[in-house]
C-alpha cells in the first residue's frame, strides 16, 4: 500500500492537540507517545517490492519439455543468470 501522507499530518496535528489538552507535567510524554505512534502507524503501510538479479554458479538446464514425450536432455549453460522478486511489508 502506498504511505498516506494525509492521515500523518492528522495524526501529528492530533498528538500535538492531546498535548495541549493535558494540562499535567506529563504533557510532553503524551506529545512524544502520539508522535511516536504517528510515525509507526505511517511506517507500517509501506510495501515494499523488489527485485533481485545474482549469478546461479550451477547454471541452468536447457531441457527441452514437449509433453507427451519425454524430456529431451539439453546442455547446462554455466553460469546463468537468476532473478527473483519480493513484495513485503515494513514491520
Do not use: R
Amino acid at each position: 500500500m502506498a504511505l498516506n501522507k494525509a492521515t500523518l499530518a492528522t495524526e501529528i496535528e492530533n498528538a500535538f492537540k492531546a498535548s495541549q489538552a493535558d494540562p499535567t507535567s506529563a504533557a510532553q510524554t503524551t506529545l512524544c507517545n502520539a508522535l511516536a505512534q504517528a510515525i509507526y502507524n505511517y511506517l507500517i503501510q509501506a510495501t515494499v517490492s523488489t527485485t533481485v538479479t545474482g549469478v546461479a554458479s550451477g547454471g541452468v538446464n536447457a531441457s527441452v519439455l514437449a509433453p507427451p514425450a519425454p524430456p529431451v536432455p539439453g546442455p547446462i549453460t554455466a553460469p546463468a543468470t537468476v532473478t527473483g522478486t519480493g513484495t513485503g511489508t515494513l514491520s
